[in-house]
């Protein structure tokens, strides 16, 4: 089959209610060509021969060797295939087998018994029992656990992969490795799978498109992805052992691999590493490791590291060190979180205070109450926006969706510009760099001169507008799409200035996966007044994030406050 590299669903269409019997060839073999063109420079001579061999199959045997790379298992019975587009099942497998794309039970396999025995219930292994030595049979109301581990007990691996084939053919997907690193090169992840085709060609999902030719390669060297798919694999890794060995073991193998492995790596796999640890520290400090949470803490800056890393110093008497941390956290903070810790903190380990008001409790009990009725006590913001409209204004839920969705429809072109070269693929949702400080350095220019373009709301209004009606349906992670959407923007660009607009654009600019949260829940306004309102009930706190774009609008003139709500019970005589 040709390995041409063609999109056949990248124009316009109309969607269909289901696919063609074999849908997912087209998808793979598409995966495997664009793989092929662009990292070529990249693949061993091994998984060049895989693509050639592949490409040689029949068209049947391409789609059940696919059947079985899509699947989360490796190990099939054979009798119980049954694939309407595939038409001779047995010559199929025949082929497959003689080109090395399965292979047969046996041996070579012992380690991975279990998933084996999995595919066979637990009377179809009793059945196995009456075969091998009738006279020795376990009852049948032995668990099949219980009945597995007697069975490799009793038996040689060998000998139960004879029996067990006698019952019915179990074959071996291969290649596994080489297709994992083509889905992997291809989407640049390990979290993203070929049903991206499925949702898009169904009409679930709108992709941005994109011109191929102007797509950018995510690696570019192969020890960029062996790196990366390395680090994803160990996560993987550590959500499973997690459930079954004890703390210790843990960090003795994290610290072994970060050891043998986890130096050098390349720069490309470093947020995904940074994020492993902070995975594993955090889970080893749950487990009151908190030494060895402290020590693999230790190997990243990245937010909550530095917080975690005093907190566990305070707890291990090392009050020095973390007196020190906390002044390096407050001279550059990464985040709402680190800047209001660091002082916080550094407050109560200065005074020798058992107890601090943090900044944030401060602002809540300084805040002004208004009365609202109790039968709003699970959903206070309505309760919050009927205070309101009863006091002659407008109002609406205004929390992070409004602010975001101007920044995305405001930005999308910039966002989703091929030539910043973050975009890989033609299924790809966000930049590569989307939640990285790299979003900001690379796009400064773009969104500069686009907040000086749009001078004025009239200019502001038109582009979103535009933006609204041209992009409406196409995923953005930062634009909802539904009646109204709009309109919330429409009435924030109404109330603020552009050049207070500009600010607040910029801020989440800076550092998209943090400064898209914490904004006020409510906007109220009426012909002559306006503020964005943080509500709280009495057993609410207000967060790091929250309180910074307090500050923040208080800065630039935004008009913004924190509202406790208290309870009032309701006179029934007047319901």
Not at 417 to 422: F, G, I, S
Not at 544 to 565: M, N, Y
Request: charged share 25%.
């Amino acid at each position: 089959m040709s390995a041409e590299l063609t999109d056949p669903f990248a124009q316009e269409q109309v969607f269909p209610t289901d696919l063609p019997p074999k849908y997912y060839l087209e998808y793979f073999n598409y995966v495997l060509a664009f793989v092929r063109k662009r990292y070529a420079h990249i693949l061993h001579e091994s998984e060049l021969e895989f693509l050639d061999n592949y490409e040689s199959l029949s068209e049947d045997a391409q789609c059940l060797f696919i059947r079985f790379s899509n699947r989360s298992k490796s190990f099939f019975r054979t009798n119980s295939l049954s694939y309407s587009e595939i038409e001779d099942m047995p010559a199929v497998l025949t082929e497959l087998l003689e080109r090395d794309f399965i292979e047969t039970l046996c041996e070579a396999h012992e380690s991975r018994f279990g998933e084996v025995i999995d595919l066979f219930t637990k009377p179809e292994l009793l059945e196995v029992t009456k075969l091998l030595e009738p006279d020795v049979m376990p009852s049948k109301s032995i668990k099949k656990p219980d009945l597995v581990r007697w069975l490799l007990h009793e038996y040689d691996f060998g000998v139960l992969c004879e029996v067990l084939g006698e019952m019915e053919p179990v074959v071996k997907v291969s290649f596994e490795a080489e297709v994992m690193l083509m889905k992997f090169l291809f989407f640049g992840n390990r979290y993203a799978d070929m049903t991206e085709f499925v949702v898009r060609d169904l009409g679930h999902v709108r992709f941005q498109s994109f011109d191929e030719q102007y797509l950018s390669i995510q690696f570019d060297t192969r020890k960029d992805a062996d790196d990366t798919l390395m680090v994803s694999l160990m996560k993987e890794t550590f959500d499973v052992i997690k459930q079954d060995l004890p703390p210790e073991e843990i960090y003795d193998w994290f610290m072994n691999w970060q050891a043998a492995s986890g130096t050098g790596l390349s720069h490309k796999a470093l947020p995904s590493f940074n994020s492993f640890i902070l995975k594993v520290s955090a889970w080893l400090e749950r487990k009151k490791m908190l030494s060895q949470a402290l020590t693999i803490y230790q190997l990243t800056n990245d937010a909550p590291a530095r917080e975690r890393r005093v907190r566990l110093l305070y707890n291990l008497g090392e009050i020095d060190e973390a007196l020190a941390l906390c002044e390096e956290i407050s001279e550059s903070p990464q985040n709402a979180d680190e800047r209001f810790f660091s002082l916080d903190f550094y407050e109560k380990i200065k005074n020798k205070k058992a107890r601090t008001v943090k900044r944030t409790t401060q602002a809540l009990k300084a805040a002004e109450a208004i009365e609202v009725p109790i039968s709003y006590r699970f959903r206070v913001e309505f309760g919050a926006i009927a205070y309101y409209q009863e006091q002659g204004y407008n109002a609406f839920f205004s929390e992070n969706e409004p602010w975001r969705a101007l920044f995305g429809l405001l930005f999308w072109d910039i966002i989703y510009d091929t030539n910043v070269q973050t975009i890989h693929n033609p299924l790809q949702r966000i930049p590569s760099d989307f939640f990285l400080p790299d979003f900001y350095f690379k796009r400064s220019e773009q969104l500069k001169e686009r907040l000086a373009a749009a001078h004025s709301r009239e200019i502001i209004d038109e582009l979103v507008t535009q933006t609204f009606t041209d992009k409406y349906g196409i995923t953005n992670v930062l634009v909802p799409w539904y009646d109204g959407a709009l309109e919330k923007v429409l009435t924030l660009t109404s109330l603020l200035s552009p050049e207070k607009i500009h600010k607040i654009m910029l801020e989440m600019a800076l550092n998209l996966r943090e400064n898209t949260r914490g904004f006020p829940d409510l906007l109220v306004w009426n012909d002559d007044d306006y503020a964005f309102i943080e509500i709280k009930s009495p057993t609410d706190h207000l967060s790091s994030r929250q309180l910074h774009w307090q500050h923040f609008f208080a800065e630039h003139g935004v008009q913004s406050r924190i509202v406790r709500v208290n309870w009032i019970k309701e006179d029934i005589s007047l319901i």
